[in-house]
């Protein structure tokens, strides 16, 4: 027996360091860019509508695709789906490590971006597996979120170490080794699994659910570098809407659908994805305005703003296994509501900075964020599962997991969008108080619509560069100041919806009767 009780314990360790280990290098990407795109706009010449395509092409593909590759190991198996994830990271760093034009880069996120999404929900399903009990389930989810964390953290550190010595492009070299050693090591220590019963790929779900997420980014990407009334934006949202309509019509109907509607009947679930969406949405479109941030007005160097963004991300690796333990002291719903009103009231704190902040003003305020958002993501994932019956919490987590997605593409995009509509509108009025000329006022506003605040900052101004730069600034800051308050006051509206959307929560498992909790069934 002692002898059966250690080879499970050693298949469980195993297990979770696999999956830990797929969740870090799904996650490694996001912010080793994130700190790195002044670096990339720089080397490639792009514009700042670019960059946020840069950070929406490895995000946009693991939203639209994860729910898809949740089935695939359900159907396939779970370490097929997990070993195939790693082996697309590895394409796409190599793609994105020999880019010679930003539409290469872009090609290497993406293909990144399907292999994170391969691996956020095979990560989970081998831990479900692995570990069948809900309350034991929790700690291990834990030990995967704060792996998630870690990677958010160590990324700005690597890439500002790199971009010391080498070239951006050199940023990309470290998931190479890992994500093979990695597969290397999976083959003889994780055990494959599939689910019961029999599913198929809902295509018509899939696809549907894809148009409805890239086209929703991209109008909301376009519109803010250019206008929300351009014809090829006001189609992009149509062919939005329309392919969500489509996307509900055929879930409900189909008999083995990708997003069952039986989920949203759950209130638990319906707040975690809003949660998930919204907090997701707040983190990685702040990374990406605060990277811009620190890099184009404060003119740090990547490795300066890593080590400002550490007190953000670093701070959930530290609580995350804390409120894992708080979770079965204190009700969800508090924990999750008061996260979110932490995040919300440090994006305000933020939307306060100006050019001058020092690295300790600037500081405690990433670290309450990092603090608010250590509360969630434990918390979050957990309840997505737990709140529905069994034998839908495989799709629960993928589903969360696709939430997440959407949130952080769209976090960029919207974040972004507001940033450069905000900027563009009040840079003449900056520049006009600053008595630069009508006709580099004119160059600068023009530059600013073409290609953004790089292209704005290397027009010839004579004597007045100095006054110009320092109106370039304060237009930022503008729009800067106005997407946080617009993230805070998201997290706030998600705190709401956790508070009143989770006021009762009910133990679906303990529902269940035994007989009809299926089991996970080895591949």
Not at 59 to 64: E, H
Not at 79 to 85: D, L, N, W, Y
């Amino acid at each position: 027996m002692a002898t059966t009780d250690k080879a499970s314990g050693d298949r469980l360790g195993a297990t979770l360091v696999m999956a830990c280990l797929g969740v870090f290098v799904a996650y490694l990407p996001v912010t080793t860019v994130s700190v790195s795109l002044p670096a990339i706009q720089r080397g490639l010449n792009a514009s700042t509508a670019d960059l946020s395509w840069v950070s929406d092409a490895f995000v946009l593909p693991m939203a639209a695709l994860i729910l898809t590759a949740g089935v695939f190991g359900d159907v396939h198996g779970r370490k097929k789906v997990f070993q195939a994830g790693l082996l697309f990271c590895v394409i796409g760093a190599t793609v994105a490590l020999s880019a010679q034009s930003i539409t290469m880069v872009w090609v290497g996120q993406a293909l990144a971006g399907v292999g994170a999404a391969a691996l956020l929900p095979a990560t989970l399903a081998l831990i479900s597996h692995a570990v069948p009990d809900p309350r034991r389930r929790g700690r291990y989810i834990s030990l995967w979120a704060t792996s998630l964390m870690l990677a958010l953290a160590l990324g700005p550190l690597l890439a500002g170490a790199i971009l010391e010595h080498a070239s951006w492009r050199w940023i990309y070299l470290p998931a190479i080794p890992l994500a093979l050693l990695t597969a290397l090591i999976a083959i003889p220590l994780v055990t494959d699994s599939r689910a019961p019963g029999k599913r198929h790929l809902d295509w018509p779900g899939q696809i549907t659910a894809a148009l409805a997420i890239v086209a929703l980014v991209f109008a909301v990407i376009e519109g803010g570098a250019g206008s929300f009334i351009d014809p090829i934006v006001l189609l992009a949202f149509a062919v939005a809407a329309l392919s969500l309509a489509a996307f509900v019509v055929i879930e409900q109907r189909s008999d083995s659908p990708m997003l069952s509607p039986a989920l949203f009947a759950s209130r638990g679930f319906n707040a975690t994805a809003v949660i998930a969406m919204v907090s997701f949405m707040g983190v990685i479109g702040s990374i990406f305005v605060l990277s811009l941030y620190l890099g184009l007005v404060q003119q740090l160097s990547t490795m300066e703003a890593a080590l400002r963004l550490l007190t953000n991300t670093a701070v959930p690796v530290v609580v995350g296994p804390l409120i894992a333990r708080l979770m079965h002291r204190v009700q969800v719903r508090w924990l999750l509501s008061a996260g979110l009103f932490i995040s919300a009231t440090a994006l305000f704190f933020l939307s306060s900075v100006d050019a001058d902040t020092s690295f300790g003003q600037l500081s405690w305020r990433l670290a309450l964020f990092g603090l608010g958002l250590g509360a969630v993501l434990t918390p979050m994932t957990a309840t997505a599962v737990s709140s529905v019956p069994f034998q839908l919490a495989g799709m629960a987590a993928a589903a969360n997991n696709a939430f997440r997605q959407v949130g952080g593409a769209l976090g960029p995009a919207v974040l972004g969008a507001l940033l450069i509509s905000r900027a563009a509108s009040t840079l003449p009025g900056h520049l006009a108080d600053g008595g630069v000329s009508g006709d580099r006022q004119q160059a600068a506003t023009t530059a600013m619509d073409d290609s953004g605040f790089q292209a704005v900052a290397v027009i010839d101004y004579g004597g007045q560069r100095d006054v110009a730069m320092n109106a370039l600034n304060m237009a930022f800051l503008d729009g800067f100041h106005l997407s946080l308050t617009v993230s805070a006051t998201l997290m706030l509206i998600a705190a709401l919806a956790a508070v009143i959307l989770l006021r009762r929560p009910r133990p679906v498992l303990e529902a269940q009767p035994a007989a009809q909790l299926p089991e996970t069934v080895p591949a």
